[in-house]
């Protein structure tokens, strides 16, 4: 009993200070650029997609499955990063569709999970890119993210422009991500554009 007690403590203790790579910035940027004409259709496919009565917008993916697999994407979802459209006719949609929670689909920028491998770990984005530091470094997670009206970048601030008059304001960088450092502060989002539309987030827990 006292063994496995001291050998379960061995190993909490080692998943605490042992970390995994996350997957480089280089090899999401080469993915990205090898795929863009197909992510972006696919990205505004997701958004413009309306269901059938009484259907989740989850039946996208089901239509989409075999694209997605060839593209090594397990899974398109929206976040609560909820753009407002500038415009009239797109301000009317907006509201007309939130009866149905739609503009969340629409309008919401997308995250991307994609299968991966990396230095022979098997990386999901959200699940299994991780760097594990435990106590000390906190769980940190790439992915990437569209949105469909590009933010307004000023200095090291994004501004995403929500309804109602707010704005959601995220932090920008040029840096690599590729290493923990300290210099990104726990339950914080980091951005590094791509592209007008896309960025590639970091996130530590």
């Not at 307004?152 to 840096?175: C, F």
């Amino acid at each position: 009993m006292r063994k496995s007690a001291i050998l379960l403590t061995a190993v909490f203790i080692l998943f605490l200070f042992t970390s995994r790579p996350l997957i480089p910035d280089k090899e999401l940027i080469d993915y990205f650029e090898n795929n863009k004409a197909e992510l972006y259709r696919l990205a505004r496919s997701y958004q413009d997609y309306r269901p059938p009565p009484k259907q989740p917008h989850g039946t996208w993916s089901d239509l989409h499955g075999t694209e997605l697999d060839a593209l090594g994407i397990r899974r398109m979802t929206s976040t609560i990063l909820v753009q407002y459209p500038t415009d009239a006719k797109g301000r009317a949609e907006y509201h007309a569709l939130m009866l149905t929670y739609g503009q969340i689909y629409k309008y919401g920028a997308i995250s991307i999970d994609k299968n991966e491998k990396t230095k022979g770990v098997q990386c999901k984005f959200s699940r299994g890119c991780h760097e594990y530091a435990g106590l000390i470094g906190g769980v940190m997670w790439k992915r990437l993210i569209y949105f469909r009206f590009p933010p307004q970048i000023q200095g090291k601030e994004m501004r995403i422009a929500m309804a109602r008059g707010k704005v959601a304001i995220r932090k920008v960088t040029r840096l690599s991500y590729d290493n923990i450092g300290d210099w990104q502060e726990r339950h914080t989002c980091l951005y590094k554009r791509l592209d007008p539309h896309w960025f590639i987030r970091k996130c530590r827990a």
